[in-house]
T-cell receptor
Framework: GENVEQHPSTLSVQEGDSAVIKCTYS??????FPWYKQELGKRPQLIIDIRSNVGEKKDQRIAVTLNKTAKHFSLHITETQPEDSAVYFCAASNNAGNMLTFGGGTRLMVKP | DSGVTQTPKHLITATGQRVTLRCSPR?????VYWYQQSLDQGLQFLIH???????AKGNILERFSAQQFPDLHSELNLSSLELGDSALYFC?????????????FGPGTRLTVT
């Protein structure tokens, strides 16, 4: 089955700096890669996703890149703000899998 | 608010007991997924139902079972509970069965086994 590795497990940045979280996946059939943000005690919320037919996607301060050959994808957050502090999860799935396989999560702390 | 509802919010029970967690998907969504989130395991996929039928199973213990009813709500049954079953249980829903459909998560049920 699919295996998703996520790094780093914790990330501390100064407000205004950029943050990058990286994930690798094992199943070459995976074609959908969402990123979720989870605040303490709350539900995971989708913040951005990318499908395997594109290499990059942006939404304001957030961008995701995908390298299918290397089987890795990354989340980039620019101009970080204290409210970006949360746990971020990457995930992967394919049309046959009917399920998301999550990475282990990254705790992002943005210091004011 | 994702439109997915889960009850109860919190559940405290003893080892050996049985509990039922309930999930109502977003209006129009036919798929329901169950995930377990414990401190050391992250988010683990348990099971997926589509329009009343089981579609995929993940790392779900034999002591756990689920079903989806004709009105599309789903229940996750956990029996012979152990301390290690303490976790947050999320359900998520999506429109169909495609792996690339966005999944909307409910607020979760926090289960504490004492």
């Amino acid at each position: 089955g699919e295996n998703v590795e996520q790094h780093p497990s914790t990330l501390s940045v100064q407000e205004g700096d950029s943050a990058v979280i990286k994930c690798t996946y094992s199943d070459s059939a995976s074609n959908y890669f969402p990123w979720y943000k989870q605040e303490l005690g709350k539900r995971p919320q989708l913040i951005i996703d990318i499908r395997s037919n594109v290499g990059e996607k942006k939404d304001q301060r957030i961008a995701v890149t995908l390298n299918k050959t290397a089987k890795h994808f990354s989340l980039h957050i620019t101009e970080t703000q204290p409210e970006d502090s949360a746990v971020y999860f990457c995930a992967a799935s394919n049309n046959a899998g009917n399920m998301l396989t999550f990475g282990g999560g990254t705790r992002l702390m943005v210091k004011p | 608010d994702s439109g997915v509802t889960q009850t109860p919010k919190h559940l405290i029970t003893a080892t050996g007991q049985r509990v039922t967690l309930r999930c109502s998907p977003r209006s129009g969504d036919l798929s329901v997924y169950w995930y377990q989130q414990s401190l050391d395991q992250g988010l683990q996929f348990l099971i997926h139902y589509y329009n009343g039928e089981e579609r995929a199973k993940g790392n779900i213990l034999e002591r756990f079972s689920a079903q989806q009813f004709p009105d599309l709500h789903s229940e996750l049954n956990l029996s012979s509970l152990e301390l290690g079953d303490s976790a947050l249980y999320f359900c998520a829903s999506s429109v169909s069965t495609h792996g690339s459909d966005e999944q909307y998560f409910g607020p979760g049920t926090r289960l504490t086994v004492t």
